[in-house]
């Protein structure tokens, strides 16, 4: 069995597969300061709570955008589940796909692995958009490699910062108001967030296809893609274990 481990600024998702099946998910908060043996005494936990020994895991690969974290889970994987850690990012790890983009450097494994996965599935030219602490657009050429992309704040991220930098205003939840126009405070602020990233969505998709001058697919990611997917209209799919399958993909690629 391979675990597949998706490390997130807000949320970390550990992922079993067997073979090509996804057989268990577990999530826990993102925390640089987590110890191996805290992860362990979690996890292995939480693997017999599903009926599996932690004893069947045979490879472990990583992708993570903290990395003050990964050492303590590469000796999580070495220590207790005696496997070596595979990483997206580190030169070991190979991808298959180029990066053609100013600074390859800087791009983030989780949009890497995110791409990978949507080419895998659907082909391209691509747009994936995942929706966690960032609201990310990544693009695949024809040929699946990494060309680029768009960042915009998280909508939690959004709401968040009107919570904390503003004195009477109080921390709402994503959800589509009754009425664009609020007749209170709350439903104000709602209808500005929904209908205000509908509006940044759907325009970025737009103008990202207007540039790049050839029909592209779209497929969303991440919690909030279905809140959103009935008002935007514009995605081809939505597939929230995406960064799990980019993941099995890789280690796929390197173990051949």
């Known amino acids: 069995m391979l675990l597949a481990i998706d490390v997130g600024n807000t949320n970390s998702k550990f992922a079993v597969f067997d073979g090509d099946t996804l057989v268990s998910q577990f999530r826990l908060r993102t925390e640089a300061k987590r110890t191996a043996d805290e992860y362990a005494a979690w996890l292995t936990q939480l693997m017999h709570l599903q009926g599996f020994n932690p004893e069947s895991i045979t490879g472990a690969i990583l992708a993570s955008v903290v990395p003050q974290v990964n050492p303590n889970i590469r000796r999580l994987c070495e220590i207790y589940f005696r496997t070596k850690l595979l ?133 969303a990611t991440g919690g909030l893609a279905t809140v959103f997917k009935d008002e935007i209209g514009l995605f081809d799919a939505i597939e929230p274990d995406l960064m799990s399958l980019g993941l099995l993909e890789i280690w796929r690629r390197n173990r051949r």
Do not use: H
């Open 87 to 219: 990483i997206v990012g580190e030169p070991d790890c190979e991808l298959g796909i180029k990066v053609l983009i100013d600074r390859p450097q800087d791009a983030g494994p989780d949009r890497l692995v995110g791409i990978i996965a949507g080419y895998k599935k659907y082909g391209g030219p691509l747009i994936t958009i995942d929706f966690g602490s960032a609201t990310t657009f990544d693009l695949a050429d024809k040929d699946g490699n990494f060309v680029g992309g768009v960042l915009a704040p998280g909508v939690e991220l959004t709401i968040e910062s009107f919570y904390l930098m503003t004195a009477r205003l109080p921390r709402i939840r994503v959800e589509k108001p009754a009425r664009i126009i609020g007749k209170a405070t709350v439903p104000a602020m709602q209808s500005g967030i929904f209908w205000g990233y509908v509006g940044l969505i759907e325009s970025l998709i737009r103008r990202i296809r207007d540039e790049y001058g050839e029909p592209m697919k779209v497929i």
